[in-house]
């Protein structure tokens, strides 16, 4: 079996030099060349054609998300772990965002070092235990802000914004759903009151995000 040909991007020199030391013990990766910044990471990518680059984030002349989202542009077979000192959910959300296959904190040892880069190989997305378990919790709570306003409204109240959203009038509300228009308009006022949102545009826009309606409607 080949070996896996990996590009080494930091500009620390004695961290690059630790770095293919550590790899030189694996029998499974090759590393085919090193870059001191961004810039010259998606020049040597461009040239070289490793299937990974193990990517540090901040460089000079161009960074390492920079750097990755440019190599997801121009060399999408090229699959780039991020190796970065940083364990907080918008740098990790950032690194997936720019096109990286991977987030592996440097602190990593080598046998995650080596599950990381055969993951990736294999086309599969590794995180850190840490970062993944960041992600989860990130996600989770986006989730809850995103739904909890909503279980909070009555069904009634359920009704009269999504029939808002869907842009009928006081009137046709009230007829449809066999009320008075002072009553939908109480409900109104008690949506905006709840939601903190004052205006029409506002509840559409809420509706729209929660999932009530969909935004072609």
């Known amino acids: 079996m080949n070996p896996i040909t990996i590009l080494l991007a930091d500009d620390h020199t004695l961290i690059r030099a630790g770095i293919r030391a550590l790899l ?10 090193e870059a001191a910044n961004g810039l010259e990471a ?20 161009m960074g390492g998300f920079e750097a990755t989202s440019l190599l997801a542009q ?4 090229i699959r780039v772990i991020i190796l970065s000192m940083h364990l907080e959910p918008e ?25 990381a880069i055969t993951s990736v190989a294999n086309d599969e997305t590794y995180l850190s235990p840490a970062a993944s378990k960041l992600i989860v919790g990130e996600v989770t709570r986006l989730s809850e802000e995103k739904t909890q306003p909503l279980d909070q409204l009555t069904p009634r109240q359920k009704q009269v914004l999504k029939l808002i959203a869907e842009g009928f009038s006081t009137k046709e509300i009230a007829q449809k759903l066999g009320v008075g228009v002072k009553t939908v308009k109480t409900h109104r006022a008690e949506l905006m009151e709840q939601l903190d949102i004052h205006e029409i545009a506002g509840l ?13 409607q």
Do not use: N, T
């Open 24 to 33: 030189q013990k694996l029998e499974s990766v090759q590393v085919v060349g």
């Open 204 to 216: 559409v826009r809420f509706a729209i995000r929660v999932g009530l309606v969909s935004a072609d």
């Open 74 to 77: 121009k060399c999408p077979a």
């Open 91 to 115: 740098y990790v959300m950032r690194a997936l965002q720019s096109g990286a296959k991977g987030y592996l904190l440097k602190g990593a040892r080598i046998p995650e070092l080596e599950l």
């Open 42 to 61: 998606v020049r040597l990518a461009e040239e070289l054609h490793p299937e990974i680059v193990l990517m540090d984030l901040a460089m000079p002349e």
